[in-house]
């Protein structure tokens, strides 16, 4: 059985950083690309991000780019995302998503976690 | 790069069929057939229901379908039952390789 289980998020202030981590089972993860995805409070999903299975290649939205990096370590089947100089615009429930097709960080996501709370504030 | 542009709410009574839209433009849903929707119950993750424009993945009713037509995606539900009442989001593939999500349409089974 898939499982992907979010950690790291919190109350942080404008301006400092974050790591989130993504611990996947039940699939062969260096096997699949994946992704974060970001929900504010009462809003829709937005893409933050996307890594290669390899590690490779990455992939992120304009709003986020140069401030965070999605990053992997696929011999302890985890997933991270480094978010610095954080905004009140970041605060969101963060999930991390397997991709559905191996090669292909784009063509759908069909397991997700629970998500997990990241409050930007002062 | 803008979101894709989906109805607010749509509704239907049990049994009926309803259409949700999703508008891109040729970078990205009228240009790729990578075209995915999602469902989402409200405080749960969201559901892949369609990827690839028209494939459900297994597992997924076949009450479920997907189409498009230029720059325009659809989602179809037939058969409405109340637990299709949900949150949906069509998301597209762009020029741009980056993965962009329409703004989300709630539906209610009336």
């Known amino acids: 059985e898939v499982q992907l289980l979010e950690s790291g998020g919190g109350l942080v202030q404008p301006g400092e950083s974050l790591r989130l981590s993504c611990a996947a089972s039940g699939f062969t993860f260096s096997s699949y690309a994946m992704s974060w995805v970001r929900q504010a409070p009462g809003k829709g999903l937005e893409w933050v991000s996307s890594?290669?299975?390899?590690?490779?290649?990455?992939y992120y939205a304009d709003s986020v780019k140069g401030r965070f990096t999605i990053s992997r370590d696929n011999s302890k089947n985890t997933l991270y995302l480094q978010m610095n100089s954080l905004r009140a615009e970041d605060t969101a429930v963060y999930y991390c998503a397997k991709v559905l097709l191996r090669g292909y960080y784009y063509r759908g996501f069909d397991y997700w976690g629970q998500g997990t709370l990241v409050t930007v504030s002062s | 790069q803008s979101a894709l542009t989906q109805p607010a709410s749509v509704s239907g009574s049990p049994g009926q069929s309803i259409t949700i839209s999703c508008i891109g433009t040729s970078s990205d849903v009228g240009g790729y057939n990578y075209v995915s929707w999602y469902q989402q119950h409200p405080g749960k993750a969201p559901k892949l229901m369609i990827y690839?424009?028209?494939n459900r993945p297994s597992g997924v009713s076949n009450r479920f379908s997907g189409s498009k037509s230029g720059n325009t995606a659809s989602l179809t539900i037939s058969g409405l039952q109340a637990e299709d009442e949900a949150d949906y989001y069509c998301?597209?593939?762009?020029?741009?390789?980056?993965?962009?999500f329409g703004g989300g349409t709630k539906l209610t089974v009336l």
């Open positions: 890594i290669s299975g390899s590690g490779g290649s990455t």
């Open positions: 998301s597209s593939y762009t020029s741009s390789s980056i993965v962009i």
């Open positions: 690839d424009v028209s």
